[in-house]
């Protein structure tokens, strides 16, 4: 699955997280403007935010060193469930770059727990 297939997914379950109490965002190591073309042309009902300069995928690490053009660092992609106080509750981290979430372990995860 790709990145853009793996983000329509989220996008379908996003109501239902919504009704959960769960404010989904993406974070993208595209800049602003490509961030919100991808938002606009897939019709994605939540916020891509630019993470150009890769701080937060370095605190999170996901900094996958040399994977992306010419050498360049990418982001290793992970699905990740913060509370409010920034603890992580859940979280998905790729092995491999085609290894993504489905959605529906995304939304069971989260029901296990928020309740």
């Not at 989220?10 to 919100?36: C, F, N, T, W, Y």
């Not at 360049?72 to 979280?91: F, T």
Request: proline share 5%.
């Amino acid at each position: 699955m790709s990145c853009v297939a793996e983000l329509r997914g989220l996008g379908a379950i996003h109501d239902e997280l919504q009704k959960m109490g769960v404010r989904m965002i993406a974070v993208s190591v595209d800049s602003p403007a490509e961030s919100a073309r991808v938002v606009t042309r897939n019709k994605l009902p939540f916020p891509i935010l630019s993470d150009a300069d890769r701080t937060v995928i370095r605190e999170y690490g996901l900094v996958h060193k040399g994977g992306g053009p010419g050498g360049s660092e990418i982001a290793i992609p992970a699905d990740i469930l913060v509370d409010h106080d920034g603890k992580i509750l859940w979280r998905h981290i790729a092995t491999k770059v085609q290894d993504r979430t489905d959605p529906d372990d995304v939304v069971a995860a989260v029901r296990r727990v928020t309740n």
